[in-house]
């Protein structure tokens, strides 16, 4: 359901999210709801403004469940450092939300259940989004650190396995606790959701790299500046394995070697990206040499 636009910005409730905001007024808690509304806008909100502050371009914002999402270029994965900014600013606006909390109590200016319940749920807010997990801000925390080390594709998977990792952990919590006779049903809610949303990225892997490699050959076309990175690689190496080496923020060059280790050949990115988007993933190397 779309509401319009706030700020410039289109707003969609997602069917679940409106299901559990009218379960909790019917259930009385007009005030909480409107607090959940309020604090989770303002958390996507602030990942739409930093994105647009360093020049990407973002769309709607979704409420879920669970938090939501702001719809933002693709573009900014090829900068782990502006993935960075764009993921921090979320969970930072709860803290910052939290503290005002905190000080308008100790101050004596208002004490009542509502601003309890306000600063309980930023710190909840911000530490599961923080939470080495897709589709979190600290799932994409996590691919941004990774990525300049082991290469974005390698990193993308390492993160989601150990986002399933994570949804694990907090299924067996929830299951724990119901065998201890604590119920907290949040958590095998929020395991499952997690797991799902992992599985999800995990279907979209392919897609996205793919869509990763097209950007960057966009970034190099565009004439910037980048740095230099060198691999090496056997002639009997497929081009999946180089691309798997390919790090943001570098231009490679791929000096090809034959059994004795002599250099055969030198390929540049941008050739070994666009062979690969037009004759696949498994050529090897050697065979395109001899083209």
Do not use: C
């Not at 909790?24 to 994105?51: P, R």
């Not at 990774?146 to 299924?171: E, H, M, N, Q, Y």
């Not at 002639?235 to 059994?259: G, Y």
Request: proline share 3%; no cysteine; net charge positive.
């Amino acid at each position: 359901m779309r509401l319009g636009k706030i700020a410039g910005i289109p707003l969609k409730l997602n069917i679940f999210f409106l299901l559990l905001m009218a379960a909790m007024v019917l259930g009385g808690f007009w005030l909480e709801t409107f607090l959940i509304f309020f604090v989770v806008y303002l958390h996507e909100l602030t990942h739409t403004i930093a994105a647009r502050k360093i020049g990407v371009e973002a769309g709607e914002i979704e409420l879920l469940p669970f938090g939501g999402v702001a719809r933002i270029d693709d573009a900014l994965e090829l900068d782990p450092q502006a993935e960075k900014y764009v993921a921090l600013a979320g969970p930072l606006t709860n803290f910052i939300l939290a503290g005002i909390g905190l000080a308008v109590y100790a101050n004596g200016l208002y004490a009542g259940e509502g601003l309890i319940f306000f600063v309980r749920f930023n710190f909840s807010l911000a530490f599961f989004n923080l939470l080495p997990a897709f589709p979190l801000d600290g799932g994409r925390l996590l691919r941004a650190n990774l990525a300049p080390v082991i290469g974005f594709k390698k990193a993308t998977s390492l993160a989601l396995d150990i986002s399933k990792g994570v949804a694990l952990l907090l299924l067996l919590a929830g299951a724990i606790g119901m065998a201890i006779g604590f119920w907290y049903p949040v958590l095998l809610f929020a395991g499952l959701f997690l797991f799902y949303s992992a599985r999800k990225e995990e279907q979209k892997a392919l897609y996205q790299f793919l869509r990763y490699l097209l950007r960057k050959r966009e970034e190099i076309e565009k004439g910037r500046v980048l740095a230099a990175a060198f691999i090496t690689a056997r002639e009997d190496a497929v081009l999946k394995e180089i691309l798997a080496q390919f790090l943001p923020r570098k231009f490679h060059f791929i000096l090809v070697l034959n059994r004795s280790l002599e250099v055969t050949g030198e390929l540049t990115e941008k050739e070994v990206i666009e062979k690969a988007l037009r004759e696949g993933i498994y050529i090897k190397v050697k065979e395109l040499l001899e083209r």
